[in-house]
């Protein structure tokens, strides 16, 4: 009976990120079918534990979780409510290898997989580390889906579990790997950058655009302004949202330019000083390609990538992103130039 408490209170730090799982859910285009891979965890968890029983204690499963707990019950200490989403399956899964032994543990493992394959973001992180649009990162999943019911399968037939030790400590490195690739943009906090795009930058002029129908209804919530500026031969694009509060109304860019079906020949952090960097795309489609520069601003700082944005990201702030870009009609270099000239201008005025 004990046992059984422990789980059921273990699910309560999870619960405490319900509204943020609806409002991602019913909010945002990344996340609106992740609910499915919820309500697939219940008949796998079912089936997993089926006529299986409570082992002894292992209190082995304190290493996952205290760390698990503290980042699911502290936010502050990250301000990535994924984060707090995917430590609250943690929380789950490691309250149960502590009352009921890593046998069964492992049993429902890919019921937990389930859970984390429902966590906010997970669709555009997928398509990031595939380089691929997101509805492949969608179908990636569905078949990791599929796959846990075969695992579940396969370990109930066989009786086989895999050793925590070499499981965790492969994880561990995974994660870590991930981790160190990724640190730069995460943590990188520039100057905020909230350029209002005068009519004459520089030697650049510009006007403004009306944004079509469907720009207006990709960013439903958010205040949309386009513009474009030229210069002889450059011709460069503008597109600023205001998005406020309502983190679902940020897109990255990549995803966006995959969704139309550019391909996305490099994407890399650019630092122009040490106190401001932004993400460079060169794309393509066809016989067109482009260089595009993104970046992401507070009223307080400035970010040049989803992640960063992500991982700074505060409710009680004011967000917008930018993009520029142009046509590559020569090398890279000549249109990279040209785009920091830009910037430049824009930074000065």
Known sequence: ?????????????????????????????????????YLASVPAAGWACYKQKFGKFDFYALLMLVPALTLALRPSLHHINALAVASGVGVIFSTVWLVGSWQLAYRILPAALLLLLGTPSSSYQLSLLLMCPVYLAWTVKFLLAAGCFGWIGVAKRTGHVIRRGPLFFSVAALLTGLFLLHSGEIHFEGERFLPEFPAHCGEFWGRSLVPDENTKRFFATSTVRQYRYTKNNAD???????????????????????TSMWTIHSENILHLSDRFAVTEIEAQKGSSRILVWVWYSSEKLSTPGFLGFRRHFDPAGNYHTYQISLPITGDVEASRNELKNFVQSLRSE
Request: proline share 3%; glycine share 4%.
């Open 1 to 37: 009976m004990m046992k059984t408490v422990l789980i059921a209170v273990s699910f309560l730090p999870l619960l405490i990120q319900s509204s943020y799982l609806w409002q991602a859910w019913t909010g945002s285009r990344l996340d609106h079918w992740d609910w499915i891979f």
């Open 236 to 258: 460069i694009s503008v597109l600023a949202v205001k998005c406020g509060k309502n983190i679902h109304e940020i897109h990255p860019a990549s995803h966006c330019l995959r």
